[in-house]
């Protein structure tokens, strides 16, 4: 509330672009997108014509903030959408603590782990958004100079992370699981074939029953036997998470999988490298199709390659600064997906 | 069973236990009892027992004047939990055929950190008046806080002001024309005539400027000998006090909250 009522430049009311000389909607940015569209007018019908969204977005980015050791944290950062000042892009407003790695390689240890990292994300991400819940269900008055008193009706209308923090915020399996696109219900086995075309989105609903069940269930009971119906049925964690409990994500449009958003830049930063090496072998395995390469053998290639990064790894230290402390504008763009389904991305450029 | 086992039956009150819808009567009458007021003995016809139970409950008279159910033991509660008489569990908003969303509220409601918040730094450091007020100040504290994206070390800090007061000194020399090769004052005494005029440091004031003591007739006070940065923080630890201080206030201003898992 107070960024809003400090910035200089603030747009309350998204309004859509016209039409492309193809035909095709423009959209710019999240003001004029459909998912903030279609909250506004449902806020409006709720809340009155004097009634705004006062749309919220998300950074969840799990980059350490002390590195001597002494805080082991991570940040969450929000930007208001309607402050259209390029000064303020994105506050932090809160730190959860980091849960690493269990020292016992033991599978209840894994799992006690797991658990807590689960468990303390949502609690930490509950007590975030407890003023926050309550707003978007009443809406905040507020008062601008020379206008009449306004309503202001917080909603989340982007959640900016990399797939593991997007499946972990949304109490979804990481790995090991049938379901693993978020927003919908395509199988492995099935996802980026023909098959894969036109299958059920997720049902808000009935996920976030069944995922509240799970978590009262494991409160009494933590047995990993109890949760196997869960991950089976929905590939989802015996955790029900927080964002939830904000209205208009599970209410109303149910946009809470809607959502989620991805910063390319991010993604290029930490994803792009691991899947290219996760893939290396197998395409030099069927470009050398029996022959060596030039280093020799495929293995021995592969080991001068993991030399080669090895030697090279005091240059590869990422940036200590993460993505979300550099100046940027937001390109909203439209991506589809290789199973066909589109979803909302968000463009990360550095100026 | 609760004649053989007459200690061990949870079902049965144990000594001195009193029904928890009654404690609140019991405690309000405690006071009035040591105040040597009018006290009831809860006899009077249609009101629930107060008195303690028995100490003996395995005879047929006992169970028939007490409930069986009840006796969980030593339950710390609110007071004012049970004036209905319900289940022994706290008060909470119990919500059934609602929403999803406040299903899910109620649920991170009912964890024990949602009343555990506390403000991360006391109200009181918030109404404290900035150190850094000239926009000197505000820029140096800017790049301390802000450099390298964390912000600078304790020990950088340090080194930050030092260059910081060697900038303002040597600003200062040069555009006064002091003579090239001359011995330059110290800048601890500089400070100790800004502060107070010393003799001492008179001596060598008047190698580079007029002597002149705090309110001199003329106005060339000593206070301008030293600048704003070097008069704000004489020392290099009281720079990073101040910086952290300045952090704390911030914190206090905006509100940060604590809250223990």
Known sequence: MGMIQNAAHVSLWGEQLGMGPDGTRLRSEIMDSDLFLSEEATVRRRHGSFSFVLGVQ??????????????YMYPIRARVVNVRDRAVQRVTVGYIPHVGKPVARTAPSRRRASDSRNAILQRCLAVLLRRFVGASQDGVPMTFPGQH?????????????????????????????????????VRRDVAGDSRGVGVASRDVTVLLDAQLEGAITRDRDPRPSLRRPLAMEHSALAFVPALG????????????????????????KLGVVRMVAQ????????????????????????????????????LCVPSPTPPGYVFSDWVECTLRHAHGRLSRGVLLLCC | MSVRHSQRNRLVPPDDFVELHDRAAVSARRPAVAAGGPCDNGNSAGAPSISPTPPSPNASEGLDEHPMLGGLGVVSMPPGAYETGSLPVSRRRNVFHVSVAARIRAYYEAMPEASMTRRLVPPSVGQRTSQFDKPVLRAALKLALSSGGGGMSQMDQKTYLSVLLLAEEGGRSCSRGGRRGAPRPRRAERLSTAIGGTGASRQHAGTREPVGGVGDSDGDSSDDDTGDIAR???????FVAAVREEQRRVLSKLCWDETPL
Do not use: Y
């Not at chain 1, 998300?58 to 805080?71: K, M, T």
């Open chain 1, 149 to 185: 008193q306004l309503t202001a009706v917080p909603r989340v209308v982007g959640l900016v992370a990399d797939q593991l923090g997007e499946r972990a915020v949304v109490c979804l399996m990481n790995n090991a699981c049938e379901f693993f696109c978020s927003h919908c219900m």
């Open chain 2, 232 to 238: 704000a923080f004489p020392t290099k630890h009281s």
């Open chain 1, 245 to 268: 409990a904000v209205w208009g994500l599970s209410t109303d449009n149910k946009q809470l999988l809607n959502i989620i958003s991805f910063d390319l830049l991010h993604v290029w």
């Open chain 1, 58 to 71: 998300l950074f969840v980015d799990e980059a350490v903030v002390s590195w001597s050791g002494a805080h």
């Open chain 1, 279 to 314: 893939r290396f072998p197998s395409f030099l395995h069927v470009a050398c199709a029996g022959k060596d390469t030039r280093l020799g053998p495929v293995p021995d290639t592969l080991e001068a390659l993991n030399l080669r990064a090895w030697e090279m790894g005091h």
